[in-house]
RNA sequence: CGGGGUGUGGUGUAACGGCUAACAUGCUUGUUUUGGGUACAAGUGACUCCGGGUUCGAAUCCCGGCACCCCGACCA
């Protein structure tokens, strides 16, 4: 039989994997460039699933105590300047607005690249004392940053993010909250995401400009690239000291409170698209999937209405039981609609046709892994749920698999620079020092992700330098 | 921002400096078909990225810009 061509056409993983996500992106219609430089069109499927996630990290959020608010897009530029590091860190990425109403401004305004500055000149003040403790804020939010390279999702000029932003009495507890919003992360991309993550803290050279300390999820992709999905700032008290927050504490005395932020971004979309997608086409978890089931009835001209009838039954009870599903009731053969739903990610296809209804049973088929089962009428609610538990599961799992699969520890220069080269996270000794990091980065490529929250303490030597090291941390190449 | 590459209907491609820019697919209509891309017919759809230049003549050559892709440096 002759292989049709299509309009559409997927670059194969191992011909070229940067381009087979850019075909994924682009064959499930996620998103679209734009005609501005590094900037994206998030198209309505692609959108949906920051929708799901904003659906569900408002939820958790909302548990900690965090509330929404909305402050400006546009940064009067002697705000940016305030901290040091900050302004540092900042300055060659930011776009700036001079001109307003035909005339030069006279004061330029930044458009944020993020929003510490100007809610932390407004939280000065809301905060006068330990009863306004602690201050608990999330935004929904765009920003700009300028990018000299940018890819869909992953680096844009303009990104949607969410950025928390607390205020606490203590060190301590700014510390612990940093630390348990980056749990909330973590839970997040492996129960809905179905990503594993490793958490830890930034080295010093990797750290947000102008915080204490870093905390990060890193995740690892297809390829053994490292994405740094989350983050999560404990801001000490540099801040408020720039901005002179500060309040009265429980023993009338005058005192700076600590601070932390911490957000996730639509380059979490990036990670979920490249995590699970094969060369098919998407490959969504059903957590995340805003069609979870899509129903394909088989039917001619005589039965067409009977087995649509019977289709819209089969979504209605799923509906009911919470199941987002879809019915393809278009008039084209069933094998268009298998591929335009297997290119889309759905992770669970119901076929339903004459021979099914006369057998009181429905064919599933599995996005993830193409497989097939029947399943009685009577057990449809069940048997899907099941499934979409399964292929939920099995995707993390395989996540995960693949992850300590690429998982290296060495402890010589060569073999780092072959794990590197060969796509791995890489466990190492190193004897901490910015220069031996930055020499490192130079030779191999490979960054620092991470000093990982759950390596125990291990003498070593340093792989580069051989001075002493008091435990491995990780490294990668990194997108 | 340096080095390299690309830019043609919605999508994927073709066209020596020379006819009305071609083919496939998509889309629309009709008939047919429907358990992994049915078949046929008719129709639709492109200032060949933008702006200059060279030339009798430019999708094609040159210059500039813009956008995208790859490799570096920089960053969520």
Avoid at 237 to 252: K, L
């Amino acid at each position: 039989m002759d292989t049709p061509s299509y309009e559409k056409k997927i670059t194969p993983r191992a011909t070229d994997y940067s381009e087979w996500y850019l075909d994924i992106i682009n064959v499930a219609e996620l998103a679209d460039y734009a005609p501005v430089k590094g900037c994206m069109i998030i198209k309505p499927y692609g959108y949906a699933l920051w929708e799901r996630v904003q659906e569900v990290l408002n939820i958790e959020f909302k548990k900690k105590g965090v509330q929404n608010a909305y402050f400006p897009l546009l940064i009067p530029e002697k705000l940016l300047k305030r901290e040091k590091d900050h302004v540092e860190g900042f300055a060659p990425e930011v776009f700036m607005v001079t001109h307003a109403g035909g005339e030069k401004l006279e004061e330029p305004l930044v458009v944020r690249p993020t929003s510490e500055t100007i809610m932390y000149e407004v939280f000065s003040t809301w905060i006068h004392s330990y009863r306004d403790l602690p201050l608990l804020i999330n935004q929904w939010a765009n920003v700009l940053r300028y990018e000299k390279k940018t890819k869909p999702f992953l680096r844009t000029s303009e990104f949607l993010w969410q950025e928390g932003h607390t205020v606490h009495k203590s060190i301590e507890e700014a510390d612990d909250f940093a630390r348990q919003m980056l749990a909330v992360y973590e839970k997040f991309f492996r129960e809905y995401m179905a990503i594993p993550v490793v958490m830890g803290t930034k080295s010093e050279s990797e750290k947000f400009a102008g915080a204490h300390s870093t905390y990060t999820c890193e995740a690892m992709m297809q390829d053994g690239k490292a994405l740094q999905i989350s983050t999560s700032h404990n801001l000490g008290d540099n801040f408020a000291r720039a901005f002179n927050i500060s309040f009265t504490d429980e023993n009338n005395q005058p005192a700076f409170p600590f601070q932390t932020s911490w957000g996730l971004s639509t380059r979490s979309i990036g990670g979920l698209i490249m995590s699970h997608s094969d060369d098919k086409g998407l490959v969504l978890p059903p957590q995340m999937a805003s069609i979870q089931v899509v129903i394909v009835p088989i039917f001619n001209t005589e039965n067409k209405e009977e087995i649509l009838n019977f289709a819209e039954g089969l979504k209605n009870t799923l509906i009911e039981n919470d199941i987002k599903v879809s019915v393809d009731s278009r008039d084209l053969r069933p094998g268009d609609k298998y591929f335009t739903w297997e290119k889309k990610g759905v992770p669970l296809r119901i076929e339903v046709g004459p021979k099914d209804i006369a057998n009181n049973q429905v064919v599933c088929a599995r996005r993830d892994t193409g497989e097939k089962s029947f399943v009685k009428i009577e057990e449809l609610t069940s048997s899907v749920k099941s499934l979409l538990e399964n292929i939920q599961k099995d995707l993390y799992d395989r996540a995960l698999e693949r992850r300590i699969q690429k998982t290296k520890s060495v402890d010589s220069y060569d073999e780092f620079k072959f794990a590197i080269e060969e796509g791995n996270f890489v466990l190492a000794h190193i004897d901490g020092t910015a220069e031996t990091e930055k020499l490192i980065k130079e030779e191999t490529g490979a960054t620092i992700r991470c000093i990982p929250f759950d390596t125990e303490e291990d003498t070593g030597i340093c792989i580069k330098t051989g001075k002493a090291s008091s435990r491995r941390v990780l490294f990668a190449k990194a997108y």
